[in-house]
């Protein structure tokens, strides 16, 4: 996030959204709306590109203010969904190049000369975007089947073996629980694997908690997929797949997509040179 530090004099900021070669529809943006405490979405023209971008009051939108409200976990979310709308807005009639969440600058003139200074490396993303999308997949082991009645886990020696039976019992547990995550590991490479083949990019994730995921088993892989139209049927066949069951037992597979490609339009990074190498297509 990008919060220039407003000014005592400062009344309003420019918060931008999205850059497209293409103008959105008025009327799209119009309905799509940004930030509730802002002014309508307008489209500001630099060169040959289209920056969408909404007038913000300083009061909430300045540094500390801004801070402050997105560490407020209802703030953020609703944050999030604004920037999110006036993305989906921008995108309307072509590619888009997302910008981060809560990018401001201090006037028109301001962003159009960040826009101006970016605009080799936007060209290239909105060349490489094009008539491409985002999927999301996010792998995890599955979970383990009910121990079996009268299995003591982890609790006191029980039966005729004594402690030494005991011991040799939670030895074996501890390797089966090893050479299971082992396995769903390696399921889960071969998920990825499978899926880069019919995509153009792929880029991971750092794995969420299971405080985030709301499971008890952990994510293994969080990955992005950048998938061309001409191949999204050859991509969410291979995926209906993994997500049915298929042919790795050891893993869960969840998706979800078509999206805006967020995950490969880094404009502060060179294209050429993304998180992960692009596939020839």
């Not at 000014?7 to 309003?12: F, I, N, R, V």
């Not at 159009?112 to 290239?124: C, I, N, S």
């Not at 547990?173 to 792929?202: F, I, N, Q």
């Amino acid at each position: 996030m990008s919060a220039p530090p407003a000014g005592p004099a400062a009344t309003g900021l420019v918060c931008a959204f999205a850059v497209t070669r293409t103008p959105p529809d008025s009327a799209a943006l119009a309905a799509a709306g940004g930030h509730e405490e802002g002014g309508p979405l307008r489209v500001l023209r630099v060169g040959g590109l289209c920056l969408v971008v909404q007038d913000v009051p300083a009061a909430l939108f300045g540094e500390e203010a801004l801070t402050e409200r997105l560490n407020r976990p209802d703030d953020l979310e609703r944050c999030a969904r604004a920037h999110h709308r006036g993305v989906e807005a921008a995108a309307g009639r072509g590619p888009v190049v997302p910008l981060p969440m809560a990018t401001l600058y201090r006037g028109d003139l301001t962003a159009a000369r960040a826009v101006a200074a970016r605009q080799p490396v936007l060209d290239t993303l909105l060349d490489r975007l094009r008539d491409r999308t985002e999927w999301a997949v996010k792998v995890h082991a599955a979970e383990a089947a009910p121990e079996a009645a009268g299995d003591t886990g982890t609790g006191a020696p029980s039966g005729s073996g004594g402690g030494r039976a005991y011991l040799s019992r939670a030895s074996a547990r501890r390797r089966e629980e090893r050479g299971a995550r082992g396995k769903a590991l390696a399921e889960a490479e071969a998920v990825d694997a499978a899926l880069r083949r019919h995509a153009v990019a792929a880029t991971r994730h750092r794995p969420q908690s299971e405080r985030l995921t709301g499971r008890r088993t952990p994510q293994l892989l969080n990955a992005a997929y950048l998938v061309a139209d001409a191949r999204r049927a050859d991509f969410t066949a291979a995926l209906a797949r993994f997500t049915a069951g298929g042919p790795h037992p050891a893993v869960r597979v969840e998706a979800s997509g078509p999206w805006i490609p967020y995950s490969f339009a880094r404009w502060d990074e060179d294209p050429q040179a993304g998180p992960d190498q692009e596939v020839p297509s």
